[in-house]
């Protein structure tokens, strides 16, 4: 799935790394604990966390991951989006609470 | 030795949204050396629940890294306040840290497992009152 279907899944808006929605990913993880992302080191691509802090890019960071997804209607300030800009990370806003997010890309295919 | 490349770092305390700077330097700096993809995300896992740990309990400290033909030594050493029970602190779930660092996304007795996890070897060596110092070793395959 490319993450500009995702972004059309989850009727999100892009708030950074619109020239990077062409990537695919295979796999994605639900979560606002850090540590627990941290903690399943799999090649999850797209995270999904109601978490927003400076922490979350990082941890997307550390695990290579290539997407951030806030849901339920959660916007990052300058300083998330700039540090996510930076590492080339595609950062996506959806109203979706995450249940709901998680199950739209899960029924669309994201199934890893 | 000729083989292997030494990184510094000073870890700045209090300051939790700036916790991730220094693993983010190392990470980049084991890219450009071109290590395995695999490798780089146990390094950078360890690091950086080793970083938080360091700017939550200790008021920051000091993180150096060593990378060998054959492995990766991390070791962070701090002067904050020691660790009372290693074991107890090694046991996921158990905390100490504040609602506030929860509100990040951590806190939540999972950095020292963490650690153990993704490391092939790990030490603490702590003393109350006077820092501790965790040292991690990542083999290269």
């Known amino acids: 799935m490319t993450l500009k279907e995702v972004r059309d899944i989850l009727h999100a808006e892009v708030l950074c790394g619109e020239e990077l929605l062409d990537t695919e990913v295979r796999s994605a993880c639900g979560s606002d604990f850090m540590s627990d992302v941290l903690a399943y080191v799999k090649n999850q691509a797209l995270l999904l966390t109601g978490l927003v802090n400076p922490q979350v890019v990082r941890t997307a960071e550390m695990m290579d991951m290539k997407c951030i997804v806030f849901v339920r209607g959660k916007q990052p300030d300058e300083a998330i989006l700039d540090l996510a800009q930076d590492r080339q990370l595609v950062v996506l806003a959806t109203k979706e609470r995450m249940y709901n997010a998680c199950g739209l890309l899960y029924i669309n295919g994201l199934r890893e | ?141």
């Open chain 2, 1 to 141: 030795m000729d083989d292997c490349i030494t990184l510094t770092y000073q870890v700045e305390g209090g300051d939790l949204s700036h916790a991730g700077e220094a693993s983010s330097g190392v990470k980049q700096a084991l890219r450009k050396l071109g290590l395995d993809p695999s490798v780089i995300r146990r390094v950078s896992v360890c690091m950086y629940e080793g970083e938080i740990n360091m700017v939550i309990h200790a008021n920051g400290g000091t993180a150096r890294v060593d990378v060998g033909l054959d492995d990766v030594t991390i070791t962070l050493t701090d002067t904050g306040p020691g660790i009372p029970d290693i074991d107890k602190a090694m046991q996921a779930g158990f905390t100490t840290a504040a609602d506030s660092v929860r509100d990040l996304g951590f806190g939540a007795g999972m950095g020292l497992p963490n650690m153990k996890k993704y490391s092939d070897e790990m030490t603490v060596e702590s003393t109350v009152g006077v820092g501790t110092t965790v040292t991690m070793v990542v083999r290269i395959e």
